[in-house]
């Protein structure tokens, strides 16, 4: 056996080849430049092999293949001199090499067991064949495009030759994966088996094409244009383009790129689509959205590593307790999302409720949503029954101490919440930990009478919790470390994306929404229209307006939150009368059909409401720049909206509220929905950097200090430092 630093070569029978893949001290398989090396010392050593019958490549790491090239070493190559004829050139090394695989004298499979994406789906494309694991964990794909690129070294115009135009279309403009049985159907595996019995039948297989040398046939045919008359090919052309422009939302170029590559690819050989691809990929790589998006990958992967807390703690992940039962107390619409999330994970769930209704309508909201299918979208009733055995509502509180876990999601009052726990904690154990779902008290002045406040944080949940995956952990004035790092933890274990905040109205996200918000209403007042408020947003990015989101959110609830932070920071919100003076006409938002906009036809379509003008009249302010607001331009008007949301973030960073600036830019783009292709406000912030944000808002610092940037703000723009750059957490 020859042995190397990420391949292992092997002879598991006299004329087969396996090369095992596992990168010493990482957890997954990534395709680094050196990487590429080896494999190319190997195939070289190989090639000159007259007595092989073939080569097995797969992985040393279970249930992972290859995770797709180092995004790492991209990174770090934004900038070089000429990127464009760099990032064709690097394209155009990992194509030739790849293409070796098949053009090697001897059969090549790809023994895939686990997650093939990206540069290892280019790989695996190039061998003659691929085998699968059976089995949840193989996931095989192109995310490309969620970086704003698409393969690069030669995956489309590979794809194609083997499974057809639209399927690769689909999957590689989409983005999104498949598992073993879908690429059995679709042809990309030409068996799926057991995962014990891979190799093997990679062997089997290995036998079967050089017997029938069915494999020498398709690398003749895959070389080749792709056999397709003109009309069908614009016919695809045109129904492809309409799916694409629908996933792109006008936002995203790669693909559309995408698109038009593979079809261009497939009228030329497969040689002349790959230097195509090449030259397509270096105008994606390095552009801005191409930056923003990395800027988002790295922001998750490093969310996945952080423990929440500082490695300085005398608490590591293997002395962080596990959460295995959990309990809820409060059986509403939070109380039954999180007691949900919990139980699909098929471990022990309590819920309780003091109201026996609304006990009753939660347990059944819970197993209605655990019988949820995320793939099919439909429900499972089977799966409901199964669960529901580990599931039970009670009102008897007793039960309660059995859990790891309490989290408290009764109604955001706080007497009642103080009362909830008064009446709790004796049953509690020792390690049990208490948590709120409170999205606005906080957390410390929760914690007041608690004996055992170290064992108390918030876990601040977004509605609805199934889909929102963001989840605000606070770390009140004596919640302790492992408290703060098993809360993390644990909302990990079931999904989610936790963030840790220091305690303080609103927390992040509400605070960072605030002053966007709050903004919306003002600009009302000086007589900008709802729609146009509403387009401004949405062009900069934002899923859905401001005045979309108040109606969503519902009109009193805002009011409700607006004053708690409006309240605390009354230098900078003074909260505008618009909203109350809605309520108080009956007008919730979508929730009673009424709000800004008007819900109430068919089908509950957002639509511009007459009767409005008239309630907004009496607030529009008769002063000289009345007239301006009513036509101010687009630009001014994004001004508007986002430069208070810079200023506030600025704050949030000089309190150190969160651990990391990073922090910011991931609550916000996974809790309000801001706009990915961006990179995040600060991502935003420091691609303008804020030397010519200082200048942007001297114009606007008439309207007040939440114009005006704070200390931290000035320093930055006088040293040209980034917010990124301003302090991190040993996670970064
Ligand atoms: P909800 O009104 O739907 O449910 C609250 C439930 O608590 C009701 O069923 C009520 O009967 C029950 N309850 C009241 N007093 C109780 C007591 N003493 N003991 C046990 N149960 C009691 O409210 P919700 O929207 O689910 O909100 C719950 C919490 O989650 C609040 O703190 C809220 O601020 C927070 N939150 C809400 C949202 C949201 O969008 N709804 C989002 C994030 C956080």
Redesign the pocket.
């Known amino acids: 056996m020859v042995a190397s630093a990420a391949m292992r070569l092997s002879f598991p029978e006299p004329s087969i080849a396996l090369l095992t893949l596992d990168l010493p001290g990482k957890g997954a398989n990534v395709l680094s430049q050196r990487v590429l090396e080896e494999l190319a010392g190997h195939l070289d050593t190989l090639e000159s092999r007259q007595d092989l019958a073939g080569l097995v490549i797969g992985s040393g790491k279970p249930g992972q293949f290859i995770a797709g090239a180092d995004l790492r070493e991209f990174l770090a190559s934004m900038g070089t001199p000429n990127m464009e004829s760099f990032t064709f050139e690097m394209c155009r090394r990992g194509q030739r090499l790849f293409a070796r695989l098949s053009q090697v004298p001897f059969v090549t499979v790809a023994a895939i067991d686990g997650i093939c994406v990206g540069g290892g789906a280019e790989l695996a494309s190039w061998c003659d064949r691929r085998v699968m694991a059976s089995g949840p964990r193989t996931q095989f794909g192109f995310p490309e495009v969620k970086l704003g690129l698409y393969p690069g070294w030669g995956g489309t115009a590979r794809a194609p030759r083997i499974v057809g135009l639209s399927g690769s279309i689909e999957m590689i403009a989409g983005g999104e994966s498949i598992g073993a049985a879908e690429a059995l159907k679709m042809g990309w595996a030409s068996d799926v088996v057991a995962s014990d019995n891979l190799l093997p039948a990679a062997f089997r297989l290995i036998q079967l094409e050089r017997a029938s040398g069915q494999y020498l046939r398709d690398r003749v045919a895959t070389s080749g244009p792709i056999k397709m008359s003109e009309t069908e090919l614009s016919f695809l052309g045109i129904t492809a383009s309409a799916f694409v422009q629908q996933q792109s939302k006008g936002a995203y170029p790669a693909p559309v790129a995408a698109l038009e590559q593979i079809l261009a690819g497939s009228r030329v050989s497969s040689e002349e689509a790959c230097v195509q691809e090449a030259k397509g990929m270096a105008r994606l790589f390095g552009t801005p959205i191409n930056q923003a998006l990395l800027n988002i990958f790295f922001l998750t992967d490093r969310n996945k590593k952080d423990l929440g807390i500082d490695l300085s703690a005398p608490v590591s992940n293997a002395t962080v307790p596990d959460i295995r039962t959990l309990s809820v ?7 039954a999302g999180i007691a949900a999330a919990h139980l699909k994970r098929e471990l022990p769930t309590w819920m ?4 026996p209704e ?2 009753e309508r ?1 347990c059944r909201n819970v197993l209605d949503e655990v019988a949820f299918q995320k793939e099919t979208k439909r429900k499972d009733v089977d799966q409901a029954i199964r669960l529901a055995a580990k599931f039970q509502g009670t009102t008897h509180l007793e039960l309660l101490a059995k859990s790891d876990l309490v989290i408290e ?4 009052n706080e007497q ?2 103080r ?2 726990y008064s009446t709790i904690e004796p049953y509690l154990g020792e390690q049990t930990i208490l948590a ?6 906080p957390i410390s002045r929760l914690a007041i009478g608690l004996k055992n406040p170290q064992q108390f944080c918030g876990i ?4 609805p919790v199934r889909k929102m995956k963001l989840v605000e952990v606070i770390r009140g004035e004596h919640t302790s470390d492992t408290c703060v790092a098993a809360a993390v933890k644990y909302t990990k274990a079931i999904g989610k994306m936790p963030v840790v905040v220091k305690d303080g109205p609103g927390f992040l996200v509400n605070r960072l929404l605030l002053p966007y918000m709050d903004e919306a209403a003002k600009l009302l007042e000086e007589g900008v229209s709802i729609e146009a408020l509403d387009k401004a947003a949405k062009a900069f990015g934002m899923p859905m307006g401001p005045i979309e989101l108040y109606d969503m ?1 519902g009109l009193d ?1 805002a009011v409700f939150a607006g004053k708690v932070l409006c309240d605390a920071f009354p230098d900078r919100f003074s909260g505008s009368p618009i909203v109350p003076a809605l309520v108080a006409a009956g007008r919730l938002g979508c929730k009673n059909g009424i709000g800004f906009y008007s819900y109430r036809n068919k089908k509950q379509r957002r639509e511009p409401d007459p009767g409005i003008a008239g309630l907004l009249t009496p607030f529009v302010k008769q002063t000289p720049s009345n007239k301006a607001g009513g036509g101010m331009k687009k630009e001014a008007l994004t001004e508007r909206l986002f430069l208070p949301m810079v200023t506030e973030a600025s704050r949030v960073l000089q309190e150190r509220l969160v651990r990391d600036p990073r922090d910011v830019d991931l609550g916000l783009i996974f809790g309000i929905g801001f706009p990915p292709f961006r990179g995040g406000l600060l991502f935003w912030a420091d691609t303008l950097g804020a030397a010519k944000l200082v200048e942007m808002l001297k114009p606007y610092a008439h309207l007040g200090p939440r114009y005006q940037p704070n200390e931290l703000f000035l320093d930055l723009a006088r040293t040209g430092k980034k917010f990124y750059e301003c302090y991190g957490s040993a996670a970064g």
């Open positions: 107390l409060g059986a509403g619409i939070m109380g309780s409720d003091t109201n609304a006990l939660g999601a009764v109604v955001e009642v919440k009362q909830v709120s779902n409170t999205s606005t008290i601040h949940f977004f509605n959110v609830t």
